[in-house]
């Protein structure tokens, strides 16, 4: 059942205007007082979570064109992106001699001049664009030599190909490299004999030439403008089923898995050293999570020990083995995803799972003491017991939560300040009613919240986000500002095409609506919470000195209605500079979105030497953002 609104809402509701029906128009003010500081805002707020899903990662992050290039699935088969070129009799999925995996394609050879292979196509390639890759081939000697060839159009001449003349027997890997002479979205690489005898294909690769390490640079570029002090991963849903170890090694013989949570294989090609890496490149901190749905303690204590421990460890030494030395000294591991729930691989009672937990903690902490470890938390019971029983077996908890669509601007806007509320409220009531808790607060890390809804644009889960979900998550920062002593940390779910604050096509990568707005706070949103009083409402008004110096005092204000506002502002303790910078967020209508490869429809507007007002102007729809300097 829908909650009754509550005098704010109905507020809302009155101030709206053409959504809701015209009524007796609220006038908003509010009153800013900088003397009244609050507990800090964490920087880890601006949190990131990915997790093998969709095209998060595959398709999204890492630069990998081809899909199931380690063949998972028999090559024309239902779930195979890979055809036969020739008679489909002639390639047949050998179980005796894989190179990785339990099989690989084997194309016998007619021996007459005809090709036979097979191609994998809907490749995106550009025009004048360089691609490598490489190929794992085992050949008779009279199916010498390979060709493989990167196609763009249908003639004889849109491709270019690379002819092999190598290897004739074993396994053995070559390289591969093309240009593109056109641009096209159905692309294709082709892998052909003309020969006789057969051939087999282990595994095969094909890159942008400018990928950075196995990284997209576009989305690459696009993960630096969101500057997240730290990525959440491998999951979600996906880590109760995962092996850690299947991720290490040289990425060719990395085994191919089904995906154990949801659609799609597992390539196994990011694992820990490319995601640690990851976030090296980003300058961010790692949050692993461990598998205590189907693993056990022994499984995450060994891989606390491979990432943080000595060289000399056992997990040291196969980690230098495996190209890194050092340890990373990740510092925040969570123990597990959601078990509460029944859709978890490995749920179990609450009883049982708080048992689990501690003996996962126990076993961690040995490994490195210094590590932070948070717990699966779900307001109600779930999180009452877990920290009854397990409050000193862990230094958060964490929470979830998803919001779907509403019909109106206003209700659909406020679901996410009122859920972060929701979570805030249970929290201090656990900490008043929880002995366990008197001595040893748990912060909140809300490591998973979004909008969830609409079609998959953009692969299993891929939504695409509008102007009004943007104005949803700016006033979702608010309400984690305001709870700024509760929350440690939030993660935002997830990062690239997956309920994504960036989308991806083929070739191109955008800034989503959301993903603009977490930018905006990030960069210039201040980490002193101050008190805000007054009746604001329509409006969302948060404020908070930039740094500990005092210099600029920061005022964000979202305009959640379809009417431009006007908001009367009064400064305590504080005097104003003449002119203000000046940021705003807006667009056509509610259903403004970014797409890639187009120009985008929300964005930031900055606007410098503005001047200061005793009343803020909001256009329609609208988040903006001000630095007001302290008048010298």
Same mark, same amino acid.
């Given at each position: 059942?829908?909650? *009754?609104?509550?005098?704010? +809402? ?12 015209? *009524? ?17 805002? !964490? ?7 990915? %997790? ?33 070129? &020739? ?23 007619? &021996? ?26 085992? *050949? ?39 240009? /593109? ?92 050293? %490319? ?7 980003? &300058? ?36 230098? /083995? ?28 609450? /009883? ?95 490591? %998973? ?25 700016? /006033? ?16 935002? +779910? ?6 994504? +604050?960036?989308?991806? !096509? ?110 803020? !102007? ?15």
């Amino acid at each position: 059942m829908r909650k *009754a609104l509550g005098p704010a +809402a109905l507020m809302f509701l009155i101030a709206a205007g053409g959504a809701y029906g015209q *009524a007796r128009r609220a006038t908003p003010k509010a009153t800013i007082e900088a003397g009244a500081l609050r507990t800090p805002i !964490s920087k880890y707020i601006y949190g990131q979570f990915i %997790e093998h899903l969709g095209r998060c990662i595959y398709g999204g992050i890492w630069a990998e064109m081809l899909e199931d290039r380690k063949f998972f699935h028999p090559v024309g088969a239902k779930d195979s992106p890979w055809e036969a070129v &020739g008679e489909a009799r002639n390639v047949r999925m050998n179980p005796i001699l894989p190179y990785v995996g339990v099989q690989a394609p084997e194309i016998r050879l007619k &021996g007459d001049g005809a090709p036979g292979g097979i191609v994998q196509k809907g490749l995106g390639v550009v025009a004048g664009k360089s691609y490598v890759g490489r190929i794992v081939l085992a *050949a008779d000697p009279g199916a010498v030599p390979i060709e493989v060839s990167l196609i763009w159009g249908p003639g004889p001449d849109d491709r270019q190909a690379v002819e092999l003349r190598g290897p004739k027997g074993d396994y053995a890997t070559l390289p591969l490299a093309f240009t /593109a002479a056109a641009s096209s979205d159905q692309a294709g690489l082709q892998i052909i004999s003309r020969g006789r005898e057969a051939f087999r294909i282990g595994a095969v690769s094909l890159m942008p030439a400018d990928n950075v390490e196995g990284f997209r640079p576009d989305v690459l570029a696009l993960l630096k403008e969101l500057d997240s002090p730290v990525y959440r991963w491998p999951g979600g849903n996906f880590v109760s089923g995962y092996d850690w170890r299947d991720g290490l090694g040289e990425r060719d013989t990395r085994p191919p898995r089904k995906n154990p949570a949801w659609l799609g294989v597992e390539s196994n090609d990011v694992g820990l050293h %490319e995601f640690l890496r990851l976030c090296e490149i980003l &300058g961010t901190e790692p949050y692993i999570a461990v598998n205590s749905g189907q693993g056990s303690e022994t499984m995450a204590a060994d891989e606390v020990e491979y990432v943080n421990g000595p060289a000399d460890a056992p997990m040291g030494r196969l980690r230098a /083995a495996n190209g890194h030395p050092a340890p990373w000294k990740v510092r925040f591991w969570s123990i597990g995803n959601e078990m509460y729930g029944d859709w978890q691989l490995g749920h179990m009672p609450l /009883a049982d799972y708080a048992l689990k937990h501690n003996r996962f903690a126990n076993r961690m902490w040995v490994e490195d003491p210094a590590v932070k470890l948070i717990g699966v938390g779900a307001i109600g019971a779930w999180s009452e017991g877990m920290l009854k029983e397990s409050a000193r077996f862990m230094d958060f908890m964490s929470e979830h939560f998803y919001v779907q669509s509403r019909s109106g601007l206003l209700d659909h806007v406020s679901q996410m300040p009122r859920e972060i509320k929701r979570i805030a409220d249970a929290h201090r009531a656990y900490r008043k009613s929880i002995p366990a808790l008197k001595d040893k607060p748990i912060p909140v890390a809300l490591d %998973e919240w979004n909008y969830w809804y609409g079609p998959h644009l953009y692969g299993e889960l891929g939504t695409q986000y509008f102007l009004k979900d943007a104005l949803g998550v700016a /006033a979702g920062l608010h309400e984690f500002f305001r709870n700024s002593d509760l929350f440690i940390m939030a993660n935002y +779910a997830q990062t690239v095409n997956v309920i994504g +604050a960036i989308k991806t !096509s083929k070739t191109a990568a955008v800034l989503d609506s959301t993903g603009v707005v977490l930018k905006l706070y990030r960069n210039h949103f201040g980490s002193i919470p101050v008190r805000v009083s007054g009746a604001p409402e329509p409006l969302d008004v948060a404020a908070a000195w930039k740094d500990a110096k005092k210099k600029i005092l920061t005022v964000a204000v979202v305009n959640p209605t379809k009417t431009a506002q006007k908001l009367p502002l009064t400064l305590k303790g504080f005097k104003p500079a003449k002119t203000v910078a000046k940021y705003i967020i807006t667009g056509a209508d509610e259903l403004a979105c970014n797409v890639p490869g187009r120009e985008p429809g929300v964005r930031i507007t900055e606007l410098t030497d503005v001047p200061m007002a005793d009343s803020l !102007s909001l256009p329609p729809m609208s988040i903006v953002l001000y630095e007001i300097g302290v008048r010298s």
